[in-house]
């Protein structure tokens, strides 16, 4: 399993205002996958990036991917109050996620 | 709803107790994964099937635990012997072979007393 380790571990800002929660990991990955899970439900997944990409666009979703430094960021433009979840991230195939960011987003 | 199905959303037990839980995947998806959260903290990895074959498990799965996945459709997840530290969430996601992205269940929330 390849554990991700994401920080900050809360994050707080207004509405429409722009997100950005950094992952960190210890060895190879093939992909690195960013999820979304919501107060006592399941988790969704956001965004999928391969080891040979750089940045990944979906909507309102961006990811960058610098495996040099084993690192990952997904940034959230113009941000919702319904984006306020705990964001995870995890490689390849048996997913271990560290403690998640808590966003909250302030209407 | 063609999503993950997990049963029961909820349970209550007596340490001790044995439970059950079940997981419906995606029809299509060859891959199923059980996780499992405490408060707190992130989903922790517990095994993964193949189809029906069991292909890896933690080293937190216990001889306590079991999971089947008999005809390689759905699966279960028994926990013999209830301890209160088994109280957690436990989610089941499914996927197919190479593909990455996982689709989770809504979990199955254990609390032991």
């Known amino acids: 399993s390849q554990q991700g380790e994401e920080d900050p571990q809360a994050l707080s800002i207004q509405e429409g205002e722009n997100a950005t929660m950094n992952c960190s990991y210890k060895?190879?990955?093939?992909?690195l996958q960013w999820y979304r899970q919501n107060s006592g439900r399941g988790l969704v997944h956001l965004i999928l990036?391969?080891?040979?990409?750089r940045e990944k666009h979906s909507g309102r979703l961006r990811v960058t991917l610098d495996t040099s430094k084993k690192s990952s960021s997904l940034l959230i433009t113009a941000s919702r109050a319904a984006d306020t979840a705990s964001y995870f991230c995890?490689?390849?195939?048996?997913?271990?996620f560290g403690t998640g960011t808590r966003l909250t987003i302030i209407p | 709803d063609t999503g993950v199905s997990q049963d029961p959303r909820h349970k209550i037990t007596k340490r001790g107790q044995n439970v059950t839980f079940r997981c419906d995947p995606i029809?299509?998806?060859?891959?199923l994964y059980w996780y499992r959260q405490t408060l707190g903290q992130g989903p922790e990895f517990l095994t993964y099937f193949q189809n029906e074959a069991q292909l890896e498990k933690s080293r937190l799965l216990s001889d306590r635990f079991s999971a089947e996945r008999p005809k390689g459709s759905f699966s279960t997840l028994e926990i013999q012997r209830t301890e209160q530290g088994d109280s957690a969430m436990y989610l089941c996601a499914s996927s197919t072979s190479g593909a990455g992205e996982q689709f989770f269940g809504p979990g199955t929330r254990l609390t032991v007393l």
């Open positions: 029809s299509e998806h060859n891959r």
């Open positions: 995890g490689g390849n195939e048996k997913l271990t």
């Open positions: 060895t190879s990955i093939n992909n």
């Open positions: 990036i391969r080891s040979n990409e």
